[in-house]
């Protein structure tokens, strides 16, 4: 094992130490499988406070809308990934733990109190290839201050996950509640 591996173990494990106050703080919930598991993604409610977007399905997101912002849980997910040299291959396995993750996702979604007012998921990432399969559309980041908070956050997660030094700019993810429920059905 190379000291770049080291490095990169020692910070995963101090991040996840770290992690239950970040959850804590965060005020995220786990989305969990049919049998109980945690998946790779959190969640939390969350006001949309950006510009008016229209998505191709018509679905308009005004300021003020509630969507269900998702975060991938970056520590797991560096885990699964941790020795995988191929950036395919880790662009694969991040596609499958989404794809799997969104039935769930549906489920909670008809389960909440506020399922009328949820108008769509969010998310904010890097990476965003494959994401249209997915039924996410991207939209850019328009205020330059929130981007560049954005770049330096997600900073320590392209550091650790790749070894390359190609940085992708942060961009919004939706997708509308209506195409989340027909799409991935929940079970």
Excluded at 19 to 46: A, S
Excluded at 112 to 117: A, F, G, K, L, N
Excluded at 141 to 150: A, E, G, R, S, T
Aim: proline share 4%; net charge positive; hydrophobic share 35%.
């Amino acid at each position: 094992m190379n000291i770049n591996m080291n490095i990169r173990s020692y910070c995963i494990s101090a991040w996840n130490f770290m992690d239950p106050i970040y959850y804590h703080f965060t005020r995220l919930e786990n989305i969990t499988n049919e049998e109980g598991e945690k998946t790779m993604i959190r969640v939390r409610l969350t006001r949309y406070r950006g510009r008016t977007v229209t998505l191709e399905d018509g679905t308009v997101i005004n300021r003020n809308d509630i969507l269900l912002k998702i975060h991938l849980h970056n520590v797991k997910l560096l885990k699964y990934v941790q020795g995988t040299d191929s950036e395919l291959r880790r662009g694969l396995m991040i596609y499958k733990y989404v794809r799997e993750s969104l039935p769930f996702i549906a489920r909670y979604i008809q389960m909440h109190e506020y399922r009328s007012e949820i108008r769509g998921l969010i998310g904010i990432t890097t990476i965003y290839k494959g994401c249209k399969r997915l039924g996410f559309e991207t939209k850019s980041i328009h205020n330059p201050y929130y981007k560049l908070f954005k770049v330096a956050s997600f900073l320590p997660i392209q550091l650790l996950s790749s070894n390359t030094k190609k940085w992708a700019n942060p961009m919004y993810l939706f997708m509308p509640k209506d195409l989340l429920l027909d799409k991935y059905k929940p079970v």
